[in-house]
C-alpha cells in the first residue's frame, strides 16, 4: 500500500512536490493549468479525469495512456486504485470536497528517486 496523506476535507489547496518543492497541482492555474508534474509526480487526477500519469506507472500496468489505464478491469476509481500502487518511497495526498461542492476530489502522488 503506498503511504497516504488526507487533507482537511472541504479545503483545498495546491501541492507541492516534498522532494523538489515544485507547484505541482496548481488551482491557481498560473500556467493555464492545474497540472504541472515534476519529476517525482506519479500522478495527478481529480474526480472526472487522470490529468497525468509517469511513465513508470504506465509500465507497471502495461498502458500508453491513461484512458487506458481508466479501461482495466480492475479500475474502479482513481481513489481505490491508486491504494494498491505498491511503490518504495511513495506518497500520495488526498483532498476531498466539502459542501457545498464546488470543486472535485484530487489525488497527487510523488515518489522519491534515488
Ligand atoms: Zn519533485
New binding site residues.
Given amino acids: 500500500m503506498i503511504s497516504r496523506v488526507e487533507f482537511s476535507r472541504g479545503h483545498m489547496n495546491n501541492i507541492y512536490?516534498?522532494?523538489?518543492?515544485?507547484r505541482?497541482l496548481d488551482l491557481d492555474f498560473t500556467a493555464d493549468q492545474s497540472a504541472n508534474?515534476?519529476?517525482?509526480?506519479l500522478f495527478v487526477a481529480h474526480d472526472y479525469e487522470i490529468e497525468y500519469l509517469s511513465d513508470e506507472l504506465k509500465e507497471i500496468y502495461s498502458v500508453s495512456s491513461a484512458d487506458q489505464l481508466e479501461e482495466l478491469d480492475s479500475f474502479e476509481n482513481i481513489d481505490s486504485f491508486t491504494n494498491n500502487i505498491d511503490l518504495k518511497n511513495a506518497v500520495k495526498f488526498a483532498q476531498y470536497e466539502g459542501a457545498p461542492r464546488d470543486m472535485a476530489d484530487m489525488w497527487v502522488s510523488?515518489k522519491q528517486m534515488k
Avoid: E, I, R
Avoid at 37 to 41: A, F, K, S, V
Fill in positions: 512536490c516534498p522532494f523538489c518543492g515544485q505541482v508534474p515534476c519529476l517525482h509526480t510523488f
